[in-house]
């Protein structure tokens, strides 16, 4: 057998086993939803895949540049809900016609956590494990234990 040859059984030898492993009993990894849509309009969110993310993920879609909202901040918000299980929305400001005021210290720890630094005109995606949201006990539309998948707009902080 040729130098070559060698080589190339060899090669496809260490291939075939890393595919192999690859596959044996592996988690499939969280990939967080996507978003689009113009500042101003209802985003639109790509389905989540994977398992969960069990801690608080937080990404800036779009940087606000005004007011920064605090712990104390009351804000008028857009957003949209989605559950990670089912990947499917479960609510919507933006559906409703109208945004939402509330002050901050009066939401879920979830919303608590991932919001302050967010400035007006901004929109944030909020991945929030079941234990910042609504637990075990689930609330309204939200299962027990789901994870949550919010895309806030700051309208404006007070």
């Not at 849509?37 to 990404?59: C, D, F, H, M, Q």
């Not at 949209?80 to 939402?100: F, N």
């Amino acid at each position: 057998m040729t130098r070559t040859k060698k080589a190339t059984i060899i090669s496809l030898s260490i291939l075939l086993t890393l595919s192999t492993l690859t596959g044996c009993g592996a988690k499939s990894v969280a990939t967080n939803p996507t978003v689009s849509g113009e500042a101003g309009s209802k985003p639109v969110i790509g389905a989540p895949e994977g398992a969960a993310p069990t801690t608080l993920v937080t990404n800036d879609i779009i940087v606000g540049t005004g007011k920064e909202a605090v712990a104390t901040s009351t804000l008028t918000v857009h957003y949209t809900l989605m559950a990670w299980s089912t990947g499917q929305v479960v609510e919507s400001s933006w559906d409703s016609g109208s945004p939402a005021t509330f002050p901050l210290s009066g939401v879920i720890l979830g919303w608590q956590q991932g919001i302050p630094g967010m400035k007006e005109g901004g929109r944030r995606l909020l991945v929030i494990p079941a234990e910042l949201g609504y637990g075990a006990a689930g609330g309204g539309p939200i299962g027990p234990n789901e994870t949550l998948i919010f895309v806030v707009d700051v309208i404006s902080v007070s």
